[in-house]
């Protein structure tokens, strides 16, 4: 079977999708690029609450070790709580990936079904290039180390 093929993400950020995913380190965002207010926003609400849970703690003593330690311990469960939540969003978000080929989009779709992947086969827009209308195999995020492993399989 030679076919060629394209992933895509059906997300709001333009610019190049890549082939394959990249690994991310532990606290990136994957659909999220936050600037300083945005980490400010998730930080500021978990720090002040953490702090206020630590005067609350100490009874009302001023005591700057446990005030501070309790401020970060919320702080980042703010960062935690927002990842979770980004890593949730992305799991649901729809891949697509494209085969030049109608019945290679079909041998894959019967074949990622098997494995239990609800995925359904689409026809792909016109690209940037114009270079036609192809097929598409559309999936969630969280099943795309099974396609690709069904696909490694398949072109083998």
Known sequence: MTSSSALTRSSPSPGPVADQPRALPPLAFRQVELSGLGWAAIVL???VAGASAGLALTRGRLR???LAAAGLAGALLGVAVARVVDELRWRRSAICLELAEPD???DLLQAVRAEGV???MIRASDGPAGAGAGYALRYRARDDRRV???LSAQLS
């Open 64 to 66: 700057p070790g446990p």
């Open 118 to 120: 609800h995925a359904d």
């Open 148 to 150: 690709r492993a069904v």
């Open 45 to 47: 609400p978990g720090a």
């Open 104 to 106: 290679a989009v079909l």
